[in-house]
C-alpha cells in the first residue's frame, strides 16, 4: 500500500523558515507529479507548488519568491523550502503525488502536517 507521510511543520515566527518533506513509500515503481497544498481554517484547499518528474515546477503567486519545490527521485521524497514567512502562510500543508504501481497509477495524499506562523 502506498503511503504519502509529510513532516518538518511547526511554529515559525514570521520572517522565519521551515522545510517540508514528503516521503512516498510501498510498491512504488515511479512517481510523476507531486506537488504541495494547504488549507487554512475556513478556506478551501489550494495549490502552493508543484513538480513534474521531469523537474519543472510552478508556484501560487502568493509564494513566488519565498518557496521552493525540489524532489529526490532515488529517495521518493519532495521537499518544500519555505522562507520569509507570514501569518497568511498558516495552514495545514497537505502533499499530494501520481504514484505508478505494478497495478495503476493513482493519486495519493498525505495526511498533512500543519504549520504556524505567529510572534
Known amino acids: 500500500q502506498v503511503q504519502l507521510v509529510e513532516s518538518g511543520g511547526g511554529l515559525v515566527q514570521p520572517g522565519g523558515s521551515l522545510r517540508l518533506s514528503c516521503a512516498a513509500s510501498?510498491?512504488?515503481?515511479?512517481?510523476?507529479?507531486m506537488g504541495w497544498y494547504r488549507q487554512a481554517p475556513g478556506k478551501q484547499r489550494e495549490l502552493v507548488a508543484r513538480i513534474t518528474g521531469s523537474g519543472s515546477t510552478n508556484y501560487a503567486d502568493s509564494v513566488k519568491g519565498r518557496f521552493t519545490i525540489s524532489r529526490d527521485n532515488a529517495k521518493l521524497t519532495a521537499y518544500l523550502q519555505m522562507n520569509s514567512l507570514k501569518p497568511e502562510d498558516t495552514a495545514v500543508y497537505y502533499c499530494?503525488?501520481?504514484?505508478?504501481?505494478?497495478?495503476?497509477?493513482?493519486?495519493?495524499w498525505g495526511r498533512g502536517t500543519q504549520v504556524t506562523v505567529s510572534s
Open positions: 499530494n503525488a501520481v504514484v505508478i504501481t505494478t497495478i495503476r497509477a493513482d493519486d495519493y
Open positions: 510501498g510498491s512504488i515503481l515511479s512517481i510523476g507529479r
